[in-house]
């Protein structure tokens, strides 16, 4: 058995549960369906592929960086009648930075492991308007227990996130993973992937529980005083699709050449 760890980190994240109409909402944390909807693209599964494999992997995350919750109101027209539809609210996680792991057999999680390195379609953090900042891939653990690997994994947060609580040598980071199946106690939500087929997605429950892990912080600066200067911190600049290994030229899906 192995484990297989994410770091999921993007200027907007959305990881939604369950969706009434036009309120899209998100969870605090990734789901289980949106992490193995995202492997299943690295792997280039179909959406009505079968996902018995990939829902069978135990699941935990960790968050790092807990960001802000924030509300976009989008419009849209009808593609057919031209009509205008509701006014949506979307709800994302703004400068938020997540610790995912699987864990499953070994032959299955080395292959996730080179997919995520050189994925077949681009990954995205629960929505396809929300890629990563950088690299997900955390690299491959042994063990079994997903949760168990999140507690000795270094703080991911950002530097300035980390920065900020330099005065800590350790800070508390709340984890969600799996109960056991005998376990009664938790929490149930509605993101266990049964299928990704567009004209019928299916989730089964799940139940979760919530732990707290204290891991060190490398910043951590005891006896330096805050800075009140209010500089400016920069934000580097960065191309999620830079680091991906190009595709060879596709013929037209029509059959007729480009010209």
């Known amino acids: 058995m192995s ?3 994410l770091r999921l980190a993007g200027p907007l994240q959305s990881w939604g549960a369950s969706a009434r109409f036009a309120r899209r909402t998100t969870e605090t944390a990734p789901t289980k369906s949106g992490v193995i909807g995202l492997l299943a693209a690295a792997q280039g599964r179909d959406r009505t592929a079968d996902l018995t494999d990939l ?8 968050i790092d960086q807990a960001g802000t919750r924030i509300r976009d109101f989008q419009t849209a027209r009808h593609g057919d009648t031209g009509k205008a539809m509701p006014v949506s609210q979307r709800f994302y996680l703004a400068d938020a930075v997540f610790v995912a792991a699987v864990a499953g057999d070994n032959d299955l999680i080395h292959a996730l492991h080179d997919a995520v390195q050189a994925p077949t379609y681009l990954p995205f953090l629960g929505r396809r308007s929300c890629p990563p900042q950088g690299p997900i891939d955390l690299g491959t653990r042994d063990g079994s227990d997903p949760a168990a690997a999140l507690r000795n994994e270094p703080w991911q947060a ?3 996130h980390q920065k ?6 350790f800070v508390t980071l709340h984890m969600l993973s799996e109960s056991a199946g005998d376990n009664p106690l938790g929490t149930a939500l509605r993101d266990q992937p049964l299928s990704f087929a567009p004209t019928h997605r299916r989730y089964a429950l799940r139940n979760i529980i919530s732990t707290t892990v204290d891991v060190p912080n490398p910043h951590c600066r005891p006896d ?3 800075n009140h200067t209010g500089r400016t ?3 580097p600049r960065h191309n999620p699709e830079a680091l991906l290994t190009p595709l060879p030229p596709q013929p037209p899906l029509d059959g007729h050449a480009c010209t």
């Open 55 to 62: 829902a069978a992997l135990s699941f935990a995350v960790r």
């Open 233 to 235: 911190v920069l934000v």
């Open 164 to 169: 900020r609580h330099r005065r800590n040598a």
């Open 224 to 226: 330096q005083r805050p």
């Open 3 to 5: 484990v297989l760890a």
């Open 158 to 160: 950002a530097q300035w």
